[in-house]
């Protein structure tokens, strides 16, 4: 019967370490949200600037030509 007792008592123990501080996992799962809303940011990011770099006009060329001889209309 004692036996059985300590078996008993440390599969606990150890159930208890493997499931961690409760601090820890939320630790935890606070930086897989950033981690994953940077990634989505990042992308969401590349993905507009390679769509507006494919729909340009004619005029996005010369948006910023100032004064100089290229411009539209010259």
């Given at each position: 019967m004692s036996t059985e007792h300590e078996e008993l008592s440390q599969s606990s123990e150890?159930?208890?370490?493997?499931?961690?501080?409760?601090v820890l996992r939320a630790i935890g799962?606070?930086?897989v949200g950033i981690t994953l809303a940077a990634i989505g940011i990042f992308v969401s990011?590349?993905?507009r600037s390679r769509?507006?770099?494919n729909h340009r006009?004619?005029?996005d060329f010369y948006d910023h030509a100032g004064?100089?001889?290229f411009g539209v209309g010259v």
């Open positions: 150890t159930e208890e370490e493997a499931a961690g501080s409760p799962w606070m930086s990011r590349e993905l769509y507006r770099f006009t004619p005029y004064e100089s001889e």
